[in-house]
């Protein structure tokens, strides 16, 4: 008699935790985040994008009753088979020959494997476009490619092409293309530019397919266009042009895809080939601001940092100024165009875009910046809300400028979305980093973030003057704000420095004034900022100049050969200085400035700022050139 076959009893499949991005499309969350930028009369006619979640997955599994594990298993016995006799050596041969089962959805997911996908027929076509290999390797000196965002009625938004071809993994090509929509209804028919921030997700296996990132971040400006289309079955063609590029120039890059993205609309592909030729032209930007200094070619066409540019690009020609550092404040006074400063003609690469003027996104916590400043300084995480992405983006790039020449010790996303790839490890119900800044539009944050200790809610939507190319929409649909009405909102924070009350004074009397009034208002907000940063900064300099070895320590130094440095920094001293020479920062007591920097050593972005100070001075004691120099720290 043949040997029965053992039973093969499954258990009840494990469900994974649902993300929110897994939604049923029936959800309430689910349909605002697919409606993208529809009005929501036509949203709710239209037919949705089909997404399918990890619930639908298990809708036609037959429910069975939970399976009750044994308290003690035999010798090599299966918890889901142990009647099975694994000794039995035909046995095994039969499970060999079985097919095998279905893996688990419980299964980790894996991010870094390339995924075959089946091809979509492109709307635009790129196939005639070729990029020879010295334009690209003279093109990829500025950005990393020009991507095309179409919204798909069965995927919803996908990158459609990317000229010239980059390597992108499925996870960071679905992160590009969901970052470069609104996830808010904005306006019936319009554009804006926007910006975001996204992290390198290529393993060493791929270095080699693309240019490298400077800091493990993509940076993205997108150039976003609705309009009615009666073709399409949502009577809307929405499309989106990225710039991809490892360099933090918000101001250089927005200006650059607001000229590119309305000729691509008009004249198609030829545009894209255009502009990477373009590109290719421009002077190599190869110098390494991450560090103090430029690492300078053997090549006169290189610039030099804090000189003027004058770039060609699509028939306009961009007067721009490259900072010495990331970390180094570009002030319109003191830019190098030869000329006053003109926000319409000039532009100073590593700041935010200063048109719609700054000022109109903080109008409903103007008397709070000084506040939001210290946050800034101490590193805490800062949720900021807006009605658009071109809120959000310009908000925080402007926030970030304010820290300069302290750098940047957390994560900032100008425009943060529910489908990013680190929206669980950012958002959670953990504490949020320190130094994390995120901007977002879709009120769902507001439940997800209510344990943050600071939110800002930026203005109403903001309308620059006639003929100015803005960052903002065109025309908002609505007045009506999603989220946390505007204003600033702490639950943990007392300020420790006095406001400027006569500085308040000239800002909520240009707030009610013109365009021109503004802007003027919004320069003079940002150099008193970067005037308080120099003050916060200067005691430690004062202290750390006296950490530098003498010469007389130098010249026995070098007679042994011995790498000079820094003396430790000591807290204690430090302190002890501050109280003997003061402090120029208008704190409301001594106290209160003890309390400050205390905080503040304690934090990731003085670590930061006392390394490169160690580098700066490291460097110059150790380079064998005018060695009677000593340094000194400003």
Same mark, same amino acid.
């Given at each position: 008699?043949?040997?029965?076959?053992?039973?093969?009893?499954?258990?009840e499949?494990?469900?994974?935790?649902?993300?929110?991005?897994?939604?049923?499309?029936?959800?309430?969350?689910?349909?605002?985040?697919?409606?993208?930028?529809l009005?929501?009369?036509?949203?709710?006619?239209?037919?949705?994008?089909?997404v399918?979640?990890?619930n639908?997955?298990?809708?036609?599994?037959?429910?069975?009753? *939970?399976?009750?594990?044994?308290?003690? $298993?035999?010798?090599?016995?299966?918890?889901s088979?142990?009647?099975?006799n694994?000794?039995?050596?035909?046995?095994?041969?039969?499970?060999?020959?079985?097919?095998?089962?279905?893996?688990?959805?419980?299964?980790?997911?894996?991010?870094?494997?390339?995924?075959?996908?089946?091809?979509?027929?492109?709307?635009?076509?790129v196939e005639?476009?070729?990029?020879?290999?010295?334009?690209?390797?003279?093109?990829?000196?500025?950005?990393?490619g020009?991507?095309?965002?179409?919204?798909?009625?069965?995927?919803?938004p996908? !990158?459609?092409?990317?000229?010239?071809s980059?390597?992108?993994?499925?996870?960071?090509?679905?992160?590009?293309?969901?970052a470069?929509f =609104?996830?808010?209804p904005?306006?019936? *028919?319009?554009e804006?530019?926007?910006?975001?921030?996204?992290?390198?997700?290529l393993?060493?296996?791929?270095?080699?397919?693309r240019?490298a990132?400077?800091?493990?971040?993509?940076?993205?400006?997108?150039?976003?266009?609705?309009?009615?289309?009666?073709?399409?079955?949502?009577?809307?063609?929405?499309?989106?042009?990225?710039?991809?590029?490892?360099?933090?120039?918000?101001?250089?890059?927005t200006?650059?895809?607001?000229?590119?993205?309305? $000729?691509?609309q008009?004249?198609?592909?030829?545009?894209?080939?255009?502009?990477?030729?373009?590109?290719?032209?421009?002077?190599?930007?190869?110098?390494?601001?991450?560090?103090?200094?430029?690492?300078?070619?053997?090549?006169?066409?290189?610039?030099?940092?804090?000189?003027?540019?004058? +770039?060609?690009?699509?028939?306009?020609?961009?007067? !721009?100024?490259?900072p010495?550092?990331?970390?180094?404040?570009?002030?319109?006074?003191t830019?190098?165009?030869?000329?006053?400063?003109? =926000?319409?003609?000039?532009v100073?690469?590593?700041?935010?875009?200063?048109?719609?003027?700054?000022?109109?996104?903080f109008?409903?916590?103007l008397?709070?910046?000084?506040?939001?400043?210290?946050?800034?300084?101490?590193?805490?995480?800062?949720l900021?809300?807006?009605?658009?992405p071109?809120?959000?983006?310009q908000?925080?790039?402007?926030?970030?400028?304010?820290?300069?020449?302290?750098?940047l010790?957390?994560?900032? &996303?100008?425009?943060?979305?529910?489908?990013?790839?680190?929206?669980?490890?950012?958002?959670?119900?953990?504490?949020?980093?320190?130094?994390?800044?995120?901007?977002?539009?879709?009120?769902?944050?507001?439940?997800?973030?209510?344990?943050?200790?600071?939110? $800002?809610?930026?203005g109403?939507?903001?309308?620059?003057p006639?003929? !100015?190319?803005?960052a903002?929409?065109i025309?908002a +649909?609505?007045?009506a704000s999603?989220?946390?009405?505007?204003?600033?909102?702490?639950?943990?924070?007392?300020?420790y420095?006095s406001?400027?009350?006569?500085?308040?004074?000239?800002?909520?009397?240009?707030?009610?004034?013109?365009d021109?009034?503004? +802007?003027?208002?919004?320069?003079? +907000?940002?150099?008193?900022?970067?005037?308080?940063?120099?003050?916060?900064?200067? =005691?430690?300099?004062?202290?750390?100049?006296?950490?530098?070895?003498?010469?007389?320590?130098?010249?026995?130094?070098?007679?042994?050969?011995?790498?000079?440095?820094?003396?430790?920094?000591?807290s204690?001293?430090?302190?002890?200085?501050?109280k003997?020479?003061?402090?120029?920062?208008?704190f409301?007591?001594?106290?209160k &400035?003890? *309390?400050f920097?205390? &905080?503040?050593?304690?934090?990731?972005?003085f670590?930061?700022?006392?390394?490169?100070?160690?580098?700066?001075?490291?460097?110059?004691?150790?380079?064998?050139?005018?060695?009677?120099?000593?340094?000194?720290?400003?």
């Amino acid at each position: 008699m043949p040997q029965a076959k053992p039973e093969l009893k499954l258990s009840e499949p494990l469900v994974e935790e649902a993300d929110i991005s897994d939604f049923h499309p029936s959800s309430e969350v689910f349909q605002y985040t697919n409606n993208f930028s529809l009005p929501p009369s036509t949203a709710a006619s239209s037919a949705s994008p089909s997404v399918t979640s990890l619930n639908e997955s298990f809708q036609d599994l037959p429910e069975t009753p *939970q399976l009750q594990r044994k308290q003690s $298993l035999g010798h090599l016995q299966s918890p889901s088979t142990p009647t099975f006799n694994f000794n039995s050596v035909q046995a095994l041969d039969r499970i060999k020959q079985r097919p095998g089962l279905p893996r688990s959805y419980s299964l980790p997911r894996v991010d870094q494997v390339e995924v075959k996908v089946k091809p979509r027929k492109r709307i635009v076509d790129v196939e005639s476009i070729v990029v020879e290999p010295e334009v690209l390797r003279k093109l990829r000196r500025w950005i990393m490619g020009v991507a095309i965002v179409e919204f798909d009625l069965d995927d919803g938004p996908v !990158v459609d092409a990317v000229v010239p071809s980059l390597f992108l993994l499925p996870s960071e090509s679905n992160n590009i293309a969901f970052a470069a929509f =609104p996830d808010s209804p904005q306006f019936e *028919q319009g554009e804006q530019c926007h910006s975001f921030r996204l992290r390198e997700q290529l393993s060493s296996d791929y270095d080699m397919k693309r240019p490298a990132t400077k800091d493990g971040y993509i940076y993205g400006f997108s150039h976003f266009t609705q309009k009615r289309d009666e073709t399409s079955k949502r009577g809307y063609r929405q499309r989106s042009v990225v710039i991809l590029t490892q360099h933090q120039y918000p101001a250089l890059f927005t200006s650059l895809v607001s000229i590119l993205g309305p $000729l691509f609309q008009k004249h198609g592909s030829p545009m894209l080939e255009a502009a990477c030729h373009n590109i290719a032209t421009w002077y190599d930007a190869s110098f390494d601001l991450y560090r103090a200094g430029p690492i300078m070619e053997k090549n006169r066409s290189n610039p030099k940092p804090g000189e003027t540019l004058e +770039l060609g690009f699509l028939g306009t020609v961009v007067h !721009v100024e490259i900072p010495h550092t990331l970390d180094q404040f570009q002030l319109t006074e003191t830019s190098s165009f030869n000329e006053k400063y003109d =926000p319409k003609l000039h532009v100073l690469a590593s700041c935010t875009p200063f048109y719609p003027p700054p000022l109109l996104l903080f109008e409903a916590c103007l008397s709070n910046m000084w506040s939001i400043w210290e946050c800034l300084v101490l590193c805490e995480p800062l949720l900021v809300f807006g009605q658009s992405p071109a809120q959000t983006s310009q908000a925080i790039w402007w926030l970030r400028d304010l820290l300069r020449p302290i750098p940047l010790a957390g994560d900032i &996303r100008p425009y943060f979305t529910m489908q990013d790839g680190d929206h669980a490890s950012l958002v959670n119900k953990l504490p949020p980093k320190a130094g994390l800044i995120i901007g977002v539009t879709n009120p769902f944050f507001e439940k997800s973030c209510a344990h943050w200790p600071h939110v $800002l809610s930026l203005g109403k939507q903001n309308a620059a003057p006639s003929g !100015v190319k803005t960052a903002g929409p065109i025309t908002a +649909l609505n007045g009506a704000s999603a989220g946390p009405s505007p204003g600033w909102k702490t639950k943990t924070h007392r300020r420790y420095i006095s406001k400027d009350r006569a500085l308040l004074k000239e800002l909520e009397i240009a707030a009610r004034g013109d365009d021109r009034q503004k +802007l003027r208002a919004s320069f003079a +907000l940002r150099r008193h900022f970067c005037s308080r940063t120099t003050d916060l900064i200067a =005691p430690l300099a004062r202290y750390l100049n006296t950490l530098i070895p003498s010469p007389q320590e130098v010249a026995r130094a070098r007679s042994y050969k011995s790498t000079l440095r820094l003396k430790p920094f000591s807290s204690a001293s430090f302190f002890a200085s501050l109280k003997a020479n003061g402090c120029t920062l208008p704190f409301k007591s001594s106290a209160k &400035r003890v *309390q400050f920097y205390e &905080r503040w050593l304690k934090s990731p972005s003085f670590g930061m700022w006392l390394a490169h100070q160690e580098s700066i001075v490291q460097d110059i004691l150790n380079t064998p050139v005018n060695l009677s120099a000593t340094p000194s720290l400003a």
